[in-house]
């Protein structure tokens, strides 16, 4: 399965030079992660439980630029899952016309938040994770 959000490219999102810049590409990646999390994640139980979510390395690819006023669609899905961490996909497509603007794969930790250590991926984080299990060239 593929989680997908829409964004619509503000002013405020683009630099001196008109378009979004790579700094802020990782807020609009960050972003829509978020979006994902809230949709179909219970951070807050998780966050009771003592769990959290590490990011431990970002590797983004930009393939063309996005301006004001564009309607992108982010794109997430993983495509590893280990025993502590996985791999997430994230794409960024500009909806009138399918380009690709980025790509992003995004290593994370579930962690022990008290005590910042990684943990077992195990029960529920497993689980929702593995709904959104895909093979690395999807799509």
């Known amino acids: 399965m593929i989680f997908t959000t829409d964004v ?21 990646c960050e972003g829509a992660r978020w979006a994902w999390l809230d949709q179909d994640m219970d951070v807050s139980t998780w966050k009771e439980k003592g769990q959290g979510i590490a990011v431990i390395k970002l590797a983004v690819a930009y393939r063309r630029p996005a ?23 994230q794409e960024a497509v500009r909806k009138s016309t399918g380009e690709i603007l980025i790509e992003a794969d995004v290593t994370f930790l579930l962690i022990d ?25 999807t799509p």
């Open 113 to 137: 938040i008290e005590t910042g250590r990684p943990r077992a991926m195990d029960g529920g984080p497993r689980d929702v994770f593995a709904r959104y299990l895909v093979s690395e060239d």
């Open 8 to 28: 619509t490219i503000r002013g405020y999102h683009c630099d001196a030079y008109g378009h979004v810049n790579n700094a802020r590409w990782v807020e609009l």
């Open 67 to 89: 301006h004001a006023h564009d309607v992108v669609e982010f794109r997430c899905w993983i495509t590893k899952l280990g025993g502590r961490s996985g791999v997430a996909h």
